[in-house]
């Protein structure tokens, strides 16, 4: 897309305090010097690897074509790209093994984090493991309690927890207690992101080391259809899995399909639909689009799934949005739900509540392109991680045995 060096269209920017001018100064020039350079590709890309197990397979889903549509009218093919197969079970790790290693080359003697769902907060501490390097990661207290494995988790890899009891005590929260800690600790720590969202370069960078998932995507979906996928789908909350998927396909006349959470309803006040629901404003540092009342106050969100579960989207998601490259649908609590149960016991695979959302809106998404293109989709999926760490949610949702 057209944009400056921190702008993505109108969406982007850097609000923030002073006192953190010179870490994200410091920080996009590395992201100009030090992550181009054949010596931190080749590291990187050798974690990558050797470590985390890319690439990751593309894998047809076709129990679960047939069961969402049994005519094949309007879907002809499910592929879905396994990021559910990462070491510790989700894309974070792509960009925690990134940012940590650039840390690590910058002199950072200590590394936090924000964390909703818990994978960035493990794919983090994980990484800080491997670099040997002390980690803290900021929780809010509902999602310690919701993603107890997670936490657990993080806690055997030497991390420590910070529960976040302010607020909604959810993402937004974490988020906010992790920027503090930086202000005041800003020359020796480094904060690693855990989406395309927040303040210039986060939101760059955070696109750059997740586009690893598009770019194999891409290349795996040629070399097994001879043919580019009709659409592509993944769900959105901060965004990293979803921006990561689409660069791959920002030349190619292929439809992008976000997919928020709608929560209880998009007409209530319990969702996380943002780019659906909200307007121009700035949150963490960025001018995007966020869930605001109107008097400009953020409002909290709402969603069953904790890393969706945030008032804001990443500013290169709100100019897609803007544009009309990217289409963005919502997907209920209730949707996510009922699809989790469908793809395990039509493919034996566990998908976390983040990804259910895309899930939910296939053979809608399905239709929509058969309407234009005539004949039943081919769609492409990020199945951005496993849903392990959703089992709680879901025994006491879905009631007794999922």
């Known amino acids: 897309m057209p944009q400056s060096s921190a702008y993505f269209g109108e969406f982007g920017g850097r609000f923030v305090a002073e006192t953190l001018v010179f870490a994200l100064e410091e920080l996009e020039r590395a992201v100009q010097e030090i992550v181009p350079t054949e010596s931190f590709q080749n590291e990187w ?83 800080c493991a491997v670099f040997g390097l002390p980690c803290e990661v900021y929780m809010g207290e509902v999602d310690v309690a919701r993603q107890a494995p997670n936490v657990a988790r993080m806690q055997m890899l030497g991390t420590r927890v910070i529960p976040v009891s302010s607020g909604s005590r959810t993402l937004k929260d974490a988020m906010n207690e992790a920027m503090r800690d930086w202000v005041t600790n800003v020359r020796t720590t480094h904060y690693c992101v855990g989406s395309a969202a927040g303040p210039h370069p986060f939101p760059t960078l955070v696109a750059d080391l997740q586009s690893v998932i598009g770019i194999e995507a891409r290349r795996q979906i040629l070399e097994k259809t001879n043919a580019l996928p009709d659409a592509v789908l993944a ?28 929560g209880e309803g998009v007409d209530t ?27 400009g106050q953020i409002q909290e969100a709402h969603s069953i799934s904790a890393g969706l579960d945030y008032p804001g989207v990443g500013p290169e998601h709100a100019a897609l949005h803007r544009s009309g490259r990217a289409v963005y649908l919502t997907a209920t609590d209730h949707d996510a739900l009922q699809i989790t149960r469908e793809v395990a016991r039509t493919e034996g695979i566990l998908i976390a509540l983040e990804t259910a959302h895309a899930f939910a809106r296939v053979l809608d ?18 199945l951005s991680g496993r849903g392990d760490k959703d089992l709680a949610t879901l025994r006491e949702r879905l009631g007794g045995e999922p």
Do not use: M
Request: hydrophobic share 40%; net charge positive.
């Open 235 to 262: 769900c959105v909350g901060g965004g990293s899995n979803a921006i990561g998927t689409f660069r791959a396909f920002f030349d190619d006349p292929v439809p992008l399909y976000g997919i928020e959470a709608a």
């Open 45 to 127: 890309r050798g974690l990558l690897a050797d470590y985390v197990g890319r690439p990751t397979p593309l894998y047809r889903a076709k129990r679960l074509a047939e069961r969402l549509d049994p005519t094949a009218e309007n879907l002809g093919e499910l592929w879905l790209k396994r990021e559910d197969l990462c070491h510790t079970g989700a894309h974070k790790i792509n960009n925690a093994l990134g940012q940590v290693l650039l840390a690590k080359k910058l002199g950072k003697q200590r590394i936090i984090a924000e964390t909703g769902a818990g994978q960035h907060g493990v794919a983090t501490a994980t990484a």
């Open 269 to 295: 006040d319990k969702h996380a639909a943002t780019i659906t629901r909200g307007r121009v404003g700035v949150l963490h540092g960025a001018r995007t689009l966020v869930l605001t009342d109107d008097d």
């Open 365 to 382: 998404v399905a239709r929509r392109e058969r309407e234009r293109l005539g004949r039943p989709a081919r769609l492409l999926l990020c």
